[in-house]
């Protein structure tokens, strides 16, 4: 493992073996155990869009790991104004080991891992979330034990999330089902591989899609990019939503899950959110240690 790109790249021993590193971070990190296993190394953070916890869990994490993060939001970088990815690929390869990016159209980041000579992290694209998804299962792993079994539902929007979520959980052996609107639905070629290679449904009916789910997840209905279209969007996706009657066609101890910000009274109500919060904000701090994860198993001259 080169790069984190997309969640197809690796291979289901590839995302245990972060995931349980992941794990082994996070005990240590509660146990005041310090490792400084990027000790003298920097992070370059390419921001192309807003973040909270993508931008902080790696600057806490770099930090944690004895390295450092720059923030370069491309408002002040040339690629703001310009510079091609190959050129900036080129430049930022002779100053740092490792860059993290997040920004709209997934062949950047592609772009940026083939013409640059260090590992590149997809800090979230219009197509996919692989940071974000290493955080869910792991959150997913912490409170049921095993994938074993296991349906993960999502409802919403066949955006980034959904994209990344079917991937990893069909990857990791769960069953997997999306809700969402007949047009707004899920990457063509990534539900037909996961009808290829697992248990996937993809229905307009959330109450199918949430039935006997052990976790229920959603997003926003209106991605990074896409304010222009929220009111249509809000009218096109009112219904799916996660609320008493998602829940009790879920199994009684499923947990929810939302990648965060969450537009509460849209796709959550504020009542499952909060009744959930514990699992929510396990999630988001799984971010930090998943991505300290990746960042050692990418980034570590010790990797192995
Ligand atoms: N979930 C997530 O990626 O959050 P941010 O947009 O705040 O980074
Ligand atoms: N689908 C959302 C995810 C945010 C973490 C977006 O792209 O804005």
Redesign the pocket.
Known sequence: MNHLLKLSDLTTEEITELLNLADQLKYEKKNGIEHHLLKGKTLGMIFQ?????????FEAGMYQLGGNALFLSSRDLQIGRGEPVQDTARVLSRYLDGIMI?TFEQAEVEALAEYGSIPVIN??TDYC?P??VLADLMTIREYKHSFKGLKLCYIGDGNNMANSLIVGGIKMGMSVAIACPESYKPDAEIMKWASENGDFLCTTDILQAAKDADAVYTDVWAS?GQEQEFEARCAVFKGYQINDSVMASAKPDAIVLH???AHREEEITTKVFEAHANEIFDE?EN?LHAQKAVMVKLMSDKKS
Not at 49 to 57: I, Y
């Open positions: 869009k807003s973040s909270t916890r993508t931008r902080v869990s997040r800090g979230l979330h940071c974000q990074m990648c965060l910000p988001a971010r």
